[in-house]
T-cell receptor, first 112, second 114 residues
Framework: GESVGLHLPTLSVQEGDNSIINCAYS??????FIWYKQESGKGPQFIID?????DKRQGQRVTVLLNKTVKHLSLQIAATQPGDSAVYFC???????????FGQGTILTVHP | DGGITQSPKYLFRKEGQNVTLSCEQN?????MYWYRQDPGQGLRLIYY???????QKGDIAEGYSVSREKKESFPLTVTSAQKNPTAFYLC?????????????FGAGSRLTVL
């Protein structure tokens, strides 16, 4: 079946830098794309979503960009903090109710 | 506070034994889901239920069973037929709404087969 994948499995940044986490998707029928953050030993938490008819959406310190031409999604975190260290997953909302398809995940490590 | 409670947090099982993981939500959500997570992997859907007394197989249902007798509860049984059950199991729920289908996750249950 179609799947969502991530370009970079690990990302290390210094505190205060901006972080960019990338995701490639293959299903053009996806209606939404969602970013989750998962801290060690915990369940994923919702960060932000973007509808497929949008190019950009901003939240608090986070921005998601969607490029449908190349089927690419990115999550930008401004002024990265040690508390941002976690695994970040992108997921496709495939219209069928609740059947999100998750990517492999990117491990973000923020060094003080 | 509303949320999803999974128990136990850690569980050890001998080969050949069935185990049941509990998932309870007080969010009044209609749909509930079970995902499996292996190291270095994304989340894979095991089973999901959109309403009480109804559930559907996900992508990796073999060796698992579920029930949905109450809206609040969606227990997952890992049977002896599951050949590689050691994993982190996540329960989630959602309510039908406009916009993205955002799942709320529990804290997870880590199952280890000895």
């Amino acid at each position: 079946g179609e799947s969502v994948g991530l370009h970079l499995p690990t990302l290390s940044v210094q505190e205060g830098d901006n972080s960019i986490i990338n995701c490639a998707y293959s299903n053009s029928a996806s209606d939404y794309f969602i970013w989750y953050k998962q801290e060690s030993g915990k369940g994923p938490q919702f960060i932000i979503d973007i509808r497929s008819n949008m190019d950009k959406r901003q939240g608090q310190r986070v921005t998601v960009l969607l490029n449908k031409t190349v089927k690419h999604l990115s999550l930008q975190i401004a002024a990265t903090q040690p508390g941002d260290s976690a695994v970040y997953f992108c997921a496709e909302d495939l219209r069928s109710y609740g059947k999100l398809t998750f990517g492999q995940g990117t491990i973000l490590t923020v060094h003080p | 506070d509303g949320g999803i409670t999974q128990s136990p947090k850690y569980l050890f099982r001998k080969e050949g034994q069935n185990v049941t993981l509990s998932c309870e939500q007080n969010l009044n959500h209609d749909a509930m889901y079970w995902y499996r997570q292996d190291p270095g992997q994304g989340l894979r859907l095991i089973y999901y239920s959109q309403i009480v007394n109804d559930f559907q197989k996900g992508d990796i249902a073999e060796g698992y069973s579920v029930s949905r007798e109450k809206k609040e509860s969606f227990p997952l049984t890992v049977t002896s037929a599951q050949k590689n059950p050691t994993a982190f199991y996540l329960c989630a729920s959602t309510v039908r709404q406009s916009g993205a289908n955002v799942l709320t996750f529990g804290a997870g249950s880590r199952l280890t087969v000895l």
